[in-house]
């Protein structure tokens, strides 16, 4: 089976052709396939950071507005007090008292700027006043707006990814990369995936959130317990873990089986999800035994499209630094085309970063195709009237 995979993929891909792999390489980006579970994310290395500084909380007395003047004029009163005799000079005021400014600053005298200070704390008091519950309606609107926007954005990325799969499938199956034929061609199929995607989801964020509920209740419960509160703390670690993996199992099955399926009948996802599991030949070992070889092969997949990326990104930084030793000549000559050698500069980055992607995704092709292939190679085994690769001879 997997030399057969291999020998589709190679059928499906072979002899190279640039702009035959570019436009597979978009649908599968569009359908968000490729080698799933994998993710670039280079971190820079920084120091170890010391013991955070925990400042001390200070509580300082509220003062009412009225209460402000009150506090001033006699603050005022005070400094026209004479000074005690342990200055050494007797009758002088404090008032008298001539000190020296330093240099760079001018010298303060409270007796002078108290009407500013309390005008000052005044038209503090009356911005506070103004500005009440209020002032925070429309950072929230904002919040929401943005929230609600990217919720939507979102739902019409699944909704397309869901189209799209069909139209993935069928270049796997037709080998030829047509965009606009089959996704009209599977509306209903790919708009009753993305219904089937919806209500999954939605009952996923339903299970977490009454399970974070009733861990909350529990934990109310168990305060102060701390064998019972180690206990709960273990059965949640379990528990979320095996809860997460039941999901992820029905998401790879119903993407890589009962969507074919759905592709080869013609029928919407609750009625090729049914047929699948009522199939003779289906059995739960089969589909373990799948999981466990596509992550072997996953692991596989991950650490070469790692060595590819990482090898990706080093030539496109030495391929800009080539780039860049012109321009900044060229703009210690002339420093009047900074402007037009930033934004030239700036288009340069996007095009290395795009190659980049491009470059990274054209050579992990082949084993995003055969990712594929095996799925519908294999789901022979587990229903074999859905044969559309012709692995058991019964094919299309």
């Not at 943005?146 to 270049?171: E, K, P, Q, Y």
């Not at 996953?298 to 990482?310: C, D, H, K, S, T």
């Amino acid at each position: 089976m997997i030399g057969f995979s291999w020998a589709k993929s190679r059928e499906i891909l072979f002899p190279f052709n640039f702009k035959y792999w570019f436009k597979i390489l978009i649908i599968m980006w569009l359908a968000g396939a490729g080698v799933q579970g994998f993710s670039a994310n280079f971190k820079a290395l920084t120091k170890p950071a010391g013991p955070p500084f925990a400042p001390q909380k200070i509580t300082t007395p509220k003062l009412s507005p009225g209460m402000l003047p009150q506090r001033v004029a006699k603050m005022l009163q005070a400094s026209s007090v004479q000074t005690s005799p342990s200055t050494g000079m007797p009758g002088l005021s404090t008032g008298q008292v001539q000190v020296p400014p330093r240099k760079g600053m001018e010298s303060f005298s409270f007796s002078q700027n108290a009407d500013y200070i309390v005008k000052l704390m005044t038209k503090m008091e009356h911005s506070k006043r103004k500005k009440g519950p209020g002032a925070f309606a429309l950072p929230m609107a904002g919040i929401i707006v943005l929230g609600i926007g990217f919720v939507a954005l979102a739902v019409f990325f699944l909704w397309f990814s869901s189209r799209f799969n069909f139209v993935l499938l069928d270049t796997i199956v037709t080998r030829k990369p047509a965009i606009k034929g089959p996704f009209k061609k599977h509306k209903e199929s790919g708009n009753s995936y993305f219904a089937w995607i919806l209500a999954f989801l939605g009952i996923m964020l339903a299970v977490f959130l009454i399970v974070g509920l009733m861990g909350l209740g529990l934990l109310g419960i168990a305060k102060g317990h701390v064998t019972l509160s180690v206990a709960l703390g273990i059965f949640a670690g379990i528990l979320l873990p095996v809860i997460l993996s039941g999901m992820i199992f029905i998401g790879i099955v119903m993407r890589d089986f009962v969507l074919p399926v759905m592709y080869c009948e013609k029928i919407p996802a609750l009625s090729a999800m049914n047929k699948f599991l009522e199939a003779d030949t289906f059995a739960f070992g089969k589909v373990f035994q799948y999981l466990l070889v596509i992550f072997g092969f996953w692991i596989l997949a991950m650490i070469i499209q790692g060595i590819v990326g990482i090898l990706a990104v080093v030539a496109g930084v030495i391929a800009g630094g080539i780039v860049a030793i012109p321009g900044i000549v060229l703009l210690k000559a002339l420093p009047l085309l900074k402007f037009p050698l930033i934004i030239l500069g700036s288009l340069v980055a996007i095009v290395l970063v795009l190659a980049v992607i491009v470059v990274t995704g054209m050579v992990m092709l082949p084993a995003a195709i055969f990712f594929r292939v095996f799925a519908l190679a294999y789901l022979t085994r587990l229903y074999p009237e859905c044969d559309l690769l012709g692995f058991s001879g019964n094919g299309p």
